[in-house]
Nanobody, 120 residues
Framework: EVQLVESGGGLVQTGGSLRLSCAAS????????MSWVRQAPGKGPEWVSG????????YYADSVKGRFTISRDNAKNTVYLQMNSLKPDDTSVYYC?????????????WGQGTQVTVSS
């Protein structure tokens, strides 16, 4: 069974930092591209950042570029999102995504999410 468990969210003031973690199990983590997606109240999901299976390729939405850093530890089956210089607009539920390759298709799995609230 695929499991993605996010942690590290919380309440922080503007300009503060948080580090999100996503512990993965139930699939071959080292072969899987991972990403973070967020959803603010009343809004649709917004892709935030992605990392390829080896960790050599990282990608960011313009809204977080230069402030957020995605990384992974394939030995620990964990992906991280370091968030610095946080703004109130970053307030959202943050979800970890795994794009798992099967023989004929790719399926995206979501974690349960972790709340990040940035106060002004």
């Amino acid at each position: 069974e695929v499991q993605l468990v996010e942690s590290g969210g919380g309440l922080v003031q503007t300009g503060g930092s948080l580090r999100l973690s996503c512990a993965a199990s139930g699939f071959t983590f080292r072969s899987t591209d991972m990403s973070w997606v967020r959803q603010a109240p009343g809004k649709g999901p917004e892709w935030v950042s992605g990392i390829n299976n080896g960790g050599g390729g990282t990608y960011y939405a313009d809204s977080v570029k230069g402030r957020f850093t995605i990384s992974r530890d394939n030995a620990k089956n964990t992906v991280y999102l370091q968030m610095n210089s946080l703004k109130p607009d970053d307030t959202s539920v943050y979800y970890c995504n795994a794009d798992i390759n099967y023989r004929d298709y790719v399926e995206t799995f979501w974690g349960q999410g972790t709340q990040v609230t940035v106060s002004s």
